[in-house]
């Protein structure tokens, strides 16, 4: 215990804590309606893109992280445009992200092959997370916040009756594309926790943990933050003590919460089903 508690006096470890537990709650919020909507690729799918965008910042010497986020954003809204001709359908995920992905490709080979730069976004050690980082998610978090708390209605409804969304006359092209920024710029950021190979895992796993409890939407949204927050900080602790790659680790804590809780649901079910037989008479 005392070693935990020597260990979050270093900045490094402050800084990756609270960009862990900040970026959690992004996850955590949106992870279930990409679950719910069935858009799970599309954090995959993102992830692939902005590794073209990370690489387009080293080669020109930007910062790669705005640029990524600049390319994912754009190769997001081209999914959607692309989404609504039936022609592409669920075939623009494949497009946009082979495009990204090798075009990453190419231009890491122009560069010079794979260097530390690129490597730090694909594996992410969460330790090296600067402040700039931290003021990053901070505005993502407040941003992500106030657009569900002001269209939760709206979003529950398209995520749940998307053909009646539409009757009502909601903006749902406008919801969609909204939804689909704020995953884009979410996966960016959660490169610096878990890695671009990674990213969609922090995503999807706490929230289809949290689907399990079946608490309803809003209580879901509570436990999907809680659960990303808590394999956050369990899979950064275990990789320290561990000297295991931090971004591997959380999402295998994740992944280890996802089967417990199918578990319990399951022993849960049975025992239900089981119930009302046993409490008959016997003849």
Same mark, same amino acid.
């Given at each position: 215990?005392?070693?935990? !508690?020597?260990?979050?006096?270093?900045?490094?470890?402050?800084?990756?804590?609270?960009?862990?537990?900040?970026?959690?709650?992004?996850?955590?919020?949106?992870?279930?309606?990409?679950?719910?909507?069935?858009?799970?690729?599309?954090?995959?799918?993102?992830?692939?893109?902005?590794?073209?965008?990370?690489?387009?910042?080293?080669?020109?010497?930007?910062?790669?992280?705005?640029? +990524?986020?600049?390319?994912?954003?754009?190769?997001?809204?081209?999914?959607?445009? /692309?989404?609504?001709?039936?022609?592409? #359908?669920?075939?623009?995920? *494949?497009?946009?992200?082979?495009? #990204?992905?090798?075009?990453?490709? @190419?231009?890491?080979?122009?560069?010079?092959?794979?260097?530390?730069?690129?490597?730090?976004?694909?594996?992410?050690?969460?330790?090296?997370? +600067?402040?700039?980082?931290?003021?990053?998610?901070?505005?993502?978090?407040?941003?992500?916040?106030?657009?569900?708390? !002001?269209?939760?209605?709206?979003?529950?409804?398209?995520?749940?009756?998307?053909?009646?969304?539409?009757?009502?006359?909601?903006?749902?092209?406008?919801?969609?594309?909204?939804?689909?920024? /704020?995953?884009? !710029?979410?996966?960016?950021?959660? *490169?610096?926790?878990?890695?671009?190979?990674?990213?969609?895992?922090?995503?999807?796993?706490?929230?289809?943990?949290?689907?399990?409890?079946? /608490?309803?939407?809003?209580?879901?949204? !509570?436990?999907?933050?809680?659960?990303?927050?808590?394999? @956050?900080?369990?899979?950064?602790?275990?990789?320290?003590?561990?000297?295991?790659?931090?971004?591997?680790?959380?999402?295998?804590?994740?992944?280890?919460?996802?089967?417990?809780?199918?578990?319990?649901?399951?022993?849960?079910?049975?025992? @239900?089903?089981?119930?009302?037989?046993?409490?008959?008479?016997?003849?």
């Amino acid at each position: 215990m005392a070693d935990l !508690v020597t260990l979050f006096q270093y900045g490094f470890m402050q800084r990756a804590l609270l960009a862990g537990l900040l970026i959690s709650v992004v996850c955590g919020l949106l992870g279930v309606f990409v679950v719910l909507r069935r858009t799970a690729p599309l954090g995959d799918a993102l992830a692939h893109v902005s590794f073209g965008g990370v690489a387009l910042g080293i080669a020109f010497g930007f910062l790669p992280l705005y640029v +990524a986020i600049v390319v994912a954003v754009a190769g997001g809204i081209a999914m959607r445009l /692309l989404q609504e001709r039936r022609l592409y #359908g669920e075939l623009s995920l *494949m497009i946009v992200q082979a495009a #990204g992905l090798a075009g990453g490709i @190419v231009l890491v080979s122009l560069v010079g092959g794979l260097n530390v730069d690129i490597l730090s976004f694909l594996f992410a050690p969460i330790l090296t997370v +600067a402040w700039s980082d931290v003021t990053l998610i901070v505005g993502l978090l407040a941003v992500t916040v106030a657009v569900l708390a !002001v269209f939760y209605k709206e979003f529950f409804l398209v995520t749940f009756d998307p053909e009646g969304a539409r009757v009502s006359g909601l903006p749902v092209r406008a919801l969609d594309l909204g939804f689909t920024v /704020l995953t884009a !710029v979410t996966v960016v950021l959660a *490169m610096r926790v878990v890695g671009i190979l990674l990213v969609s895992a922090l995503i999807v796993v706490p929230a289809a943990t949290a689907l399990q409890l079946r /608490l309803g939407l809003r209580g879901t949204l !509570v436990a999907a933050v809680a659960i990303a927050s808590l394999c @956050v900080a369990a899979g950064l602790v275990l990789s320290v003590f561990l000297n295991a790659a931090s971004g591997g680790m959380i999402v295998l804590v994740s992944i280890a919460a996802l089967l417990a809780s199918m578990a319990t649901a399951g022993a849960s079910t049975r025992a @239900v089903s089981r119930g009302p037989r046993s409490s008959q008479p016997r003849a």
